[in-house]
Each structure stands twice: as structure tokens, then as C-alpha cells.
């Protein structure tokens, strides 16, 4: 399971304490507390951000405004991030609304109210970012392979693999496969992008994969089948993932 790293940017010592005491309780990881924009801009962007708490307030400016606005401009996909405020009102809700954070929590706060608050906004984000990816990947439209005079319908998850078949390619699915006169090259750019070119000779479906044995440069499959991992291909590979040591 993937921890969550959060950056918090909070110059009261009291509130700071508090955070780290409900994040750390409910098994977040806290990067780091910042209570200045400079120190927090430096933290976004040389560290593995998942979600930012801002506190609008910093030595009685709305400087956490200011660090969400820079965040739109410096970065095209923001990460999301609630604000903080011990004021209620309208005036500064309207003037940190225009950076469209994805929350607000009002000071006093409790621990069930900041965690779900955050459970619920990362949920949304995640929804958000899986619709996405299916409608760029186009992953639901299936293909239609002919063998033997039968056009068979096959939906781009259930392909396991894609390997160089002399001059073209062979697509592997659990119940078949089938020949295609593409090149793998060319086959690989019809693809969603869930499929990863891990070999010179194979294209392989990351929703698959069950393993990876690095020092053996192997991938094994949900059916246990096994693909070579190219070492020219090693390291683009693994930056598709986040790999927790």
C-alpha cells in the first residue's frame, strides 16, 4: 500500500504539533512541517508530494494563498491540497477560493474531521485521475482480430503481452492469441498506456504483472508466465512506479 506524503505549511508551533500528532496517528507520512513559503516551494518541488495542508495565515499574512497560487503557475497538474484557517470570513474564503483548493477545514479542528476530510479528497482526486486515464487510453474500445476467418472481439485489458513475431507481432490473451501484420513498434502506439515496452521483443500489460525479479531481469505475469526485462528498458520501467524500500 502506498503511504501518503504530505507536506504541511504551518508556522504555529501548537497547530504543527497537532497535525503530526493525526497524520501520524492514521498512518500518514509527514515530509515536512514548513512555516514559510520559501522553505515549502523548495520541499513541492525536490520531494514526492501526495497531498498539501496550507494554513491560509502565516505571521498574520494570507501567505498560504500566495503558495497555492505559485503552485498553479509553477506546476500543471497541482496536488491536492486543503486549506487551514481559524478565519470565517466571506472575504477570504472568496480570496482562496480562486485557487480552486480541493477543501477547506476551519479552525478548531478534530482528528475525524481533518482525516476524512483529507480520505475524501484523495478519493475524488484518485476517481478523477482513473477517469482520465481511461478516456485518453481509450482502454475500453476493443480491438477485433481475425483467425481463421473469425473476427474475435478483445478488449485492450485483457491482453497480457505483445511479442515480435518475425516480421509482425503476436497478441497474448489468457484464451488465445492471435497475429497481427503490425510491427511491435507500431502495435505498441495503438495501445493504451498501461502497456510498457520492457524488451526490444515484448510489450507487456502493466495491469498483469505479478513480479519482478530485478537481479534476474524477469517479469511474471497473474498466469505465471514469464517475460524478459530488458536491461536498456530497466530503468524507464521502473519509473512508472513509486518503489517502496
Request: glycine residues 2%; charged residues 25%.
Amino acid at each position: 500500500m502506498h503511504i501518503i506524503n504530505v507536506l504541511v505549511l504551518e508556522d504555529d508551533d501548537f497547530e504543527a504539533v497537532i497535525l503530526k500528532e493525526y497524520l501520524e496517528e492514521n498512518h500518514f507520512n509527514i515530509v515536512k512541517i514548513c512555516n514559510n513559503i520559501v522553505d515549502a516551494i523548495e520541499i513541492y518541488h525536490t520531494q514526492t508530494i501526495d497531498f498539501i495542508i496550507i494554513d491560509i495565515f502565516l505571521n498574520g499574512k494570507p501567505d498560504g494563498i500566495t503558495f497555492a497560487k505559485t503552485l498553479l503557475k509553477r506546476t500543471r497538474n497541482v496536488t491536492p491540497f486543503l486549506f487551514l484557517t481559524g478565519h470565517a470570513e466571506r472575504s477570504i474564503f472568496e480570496n482562496a477560493k480562486v485557487t480552486h483548493p480541493h477543501g477547506f477545514v476551519l479552525k478548531p479542528f478534530n482528528e475525524k474531521e481533518l482525516v476524512y476530510t483529507i480520505q475524501l479528497i484523495l478519493n475524488k482526486h484518485n476517481r478523477s485521475i482513473e477517469d482520465n486515464t481511461a478516456l485518453n487510453d481509450n482502454s475500453s474500445v476493443p480491438y477485433f482480430f481475425k483467425k481463421n476467418g473469425v473476427f474475435y472481439k478483445i478488449l485492450p485489458k485483457d491482453i497480457s503481452f505483445v511479442e515480435v513475431e518475425g516480421r509482425y507481432c503476436k497478441i497474448i490473451t489468457l484464451k488465445t492469441n492471435f497475429i497481427s501484420q503490425y510491427t511491435l513498434t507500431d502495435f505498441h502506439k495503438q495501445l493504451p498506456s498501461f502497456f510498457l515496452r520492457v524488451h526490444r521483443n515484448y510489450v507487456v500489460n502493466a495491469n498483469k504483472i505479478k513480479e519482478v525479479h530485478s537481479k534476474d531481469n524477469l517479469i511474471v505475469l497473474e498466469n505465471n508466465q514469464t517475460i524478459t526485462l530488458g536491461r536498456a528498458y530497466k530503468n524507464t520501467f521502473f519509473d512508472h512506479y513509486k518503489v517502496i524500500r
